[in-house]
């Protein structure tokens, strides 16, 4: 019988944008998604409250599987290149490239259920919201990625996978009672050189909107330099609807791997 990571496999084998997948599989009921209503705002849903959004009677149990699409090669070593704007290629793969990973969102929810389960892929509700004012949503990919035991998160907030953050990610939760993938820790900037011991900071200076401090990335000046400065630059340009920037994830040292930690 055909597995959901088969299946996603093979819309991957039609595309140029992403190498094969990695899969990581959060219990429904992990606390930390309920902790995300204090950590990201209190409109953060939780996995039941997702599937609430379409079923009547929610499962009580089940499973948020999680995939990161890494970056092909060529795609992350073009936009190494870049200092203000993204490369085509990596525009592409933002604009394009999601439109593979919304291909693998219908495809997960059909997949399950199919097989008699509730599945809901959350960027697909209509219930699914984005504020551009705090620049938050009410269901992060990253957040699930991070309980589903895939990586951590860096000072730009990128999150740091087994294949570093030049990826996109997608999620689907099904009353699927699956295997959790195992969380090293609860220490949401463990991969981070700089939050371990102060040392890298590369991202810092990769940033062309100075959205990236020691303090951190300022996500509303971030937003402002992609929506206000590089799309309407690139986006005729490059034939998409949005370009991304990225610049921020390339020619740092977590590009396609977690980095070195030193010892204490």
Not at 151 to 173: E, K, M, N, Q
Not at 196 to 218: F, L, N, Y
Request: some cysteine; overall charge negative; aromatic content about 10%.
């Amino acid at each position: 019988m055909e597995t959901f990571e088969q299946v996603v496999e093979s819309i991957l084998g039609d595309q140029e944008y992403f190498a094969p997948a990695l899969f990581g599989y959060a219990d429904l009921n992990d606390p930390l998604f309920t902790r995300f209503k204090e950590i990201i705002g209190p409109e953060h849903m939780t996995p039941r409250e997702a599937l609430a959004c379409r079923y009547d009677s929610a499962a009580v149990q089940g499973t948020v599987v999680v995939w990161i699409l890494p970056i092909v090669k060529q795609t992350i070593l073009a936009n190494r290149q870049q200092k203000r704007y993204p490369a085509h290629a990596w525009a592409h793969t933002r604009h394009f490239g999601e439109q593979v990973n919304q291909q693998i969102r219908r495809k997960a929810e059909l997949f399950f259920s199919e097989r008699g389960e509730q599945a809901v892929a959350p960027l697909l509700l209509e219930q699914w919201q984005a504020d551009y004012t705090t620049c938050t949503s009410n269901w992060s990919e990253r957040h699930a990625a991070f309980v589903a035991g895939m990586g951590s998160f860096g000072l730009s907030d990128a999150f740091i996978s087994d294949v570093g953050v030049t990826h996109r990610i997608g999620s689907v939760i099904t009353s699927a009672v699956l295997p959790p993938s195992q969380r090293l820790n609860d220490d949401p900037y463990a991969r981070c050189p700089y939050h371990h011991d102060g040392s890298c900071g590369v991202c810092i200076k990769r940033c062309p909107a100075q959205a990236i401090t020691s303090e951190g990335h300022d996500k509303l000046a971030c937003h402002d330099y992609t929506r206000n400065v590089v799309n309407p630059q690139c986006n005729d340009r490059f034939g998409v609807e949005i370009s991304g920037c990225g610049l921020c994830t390339t020619a740092v040292p977590c590009e396609q791997r977690p980095p070195r930690l030193k010892r204490a």
